[in-house]
């Protein structure tokens, strides 16, 4: 069974940055799509960026883009999520995920989940 395991998350005041990183050990991690997806309380899981499995192709949600830049490194099994200019709105537990699609942008497209990692802007 393939483990997602993110860090990186804390409290920023708004306008800073953060960098979560996915450490993907025993996934064939070149084999797959990646993507964060976010949850605030009360709200429903959201997509936030995915990147394909040779780094080649992005996607982002509009909310984000031009703020936050999903990153990878097949030689470490990590994939990134650089989050500069963080809004209050940022706020949520953040997940990173696996899939075998190609750029998948709902919850239901990816196999392998993290435990997710909280990040919280102050405003």
């Known amino acids: 069974q393939a483990q997602l395991v993110e860090s990186g998350g804390g409290l920023v005041q708004a306008g800073g940055s953060l960098r979560l990183s996915c450490a993907a050990p025993?996934?064939?991690?070149?084999?797959?799509?990646m993507g964060w997806f976010r949850q605030a309380p009360g709200k429903e899981r959201e997509f936030v960026a995915a990147?394909?499995?040779?780094?080649?192709?992005?996607y982002y949600v509009d909310s984000v883009k031009g703020r936050f830049t999903i990153s990878r490194d097949n030689a470490k099994n990590t994939v990134y999520l650089q989050m500069n200019s963080l809004k209050p709105e940022d706020t949520a537990v953040y997940y990173c995920?696996?899939?075998?699609?190609?750029?998948?942008?709902?919850?239901?497209?990816?196999?392998?989940w993290g435990q997710g990692t909280q990040v919280t802007v102050s405003s």
């Open positions: 025993g996934l064939t991690f070149s084999r797959y799509s």
């Open positions: 995920a696996a899939s075998a699609w190609v750029l998948p942008t709902t919850s239901l497209s990816y196999n392998y």
């Open positions: 990147i394909s499995w040779s780094g080649g192709s992005t």
